[in-house]
């Protein structure tokens, strides 16, 4: 649900769907999932999850990104996975990717 997924960003909404497409025309990237993590300044921030073809960095995507998307829709934090980020279904796992993160932040 767009709803539930959206981002609160020190004030303004970030939908995942948007950041997502975006990471998504990146030629090294096979899937992304964006999720909001608890930020004391911000509110959230906006986390990128990324599994990739081949090597990847930070800054490559920073730069890729730059010019799709406004600064406070970009992602603050990224993270480089192997494993999909898809269900059997198709659909972002976001819900229990977000909460794997959440949990372990709390630790």
Not at 16 to 38: K, R
Not at 64 to 73: A, N
Request: aromatic residues 6%.
């Amino acid at each position: 649900d767009r709803d539930t997924d959206m981002i609160l960003v020190g004030g303004a909404n970030v939908y995942p769907a948007e950041v997502e497409s975006a990471l998504d025309e990146h030629p090294a990237v096979t899937s992304s999932c964006v999720v909001g993590l608890p930020d004391d300044e911000y509110g959230n921030v906006v986390h990128a999850i990324v599994q990739a073809s081949e090597p990847l960095t930070r800054a490559e995507l920073e730069e890729f990104l730059r010019s799709k998307l406004t600064k406070y829709k970009r992602p603050r934090t990224y993270e480089f996975v192997r494993e999909p980020l898809r269900g059997d279904d198709g659909k972002v796992r976001r819900s229990a990717l977000r909460a794997q993160r959440v949990a372990t932040a709390r630790r």
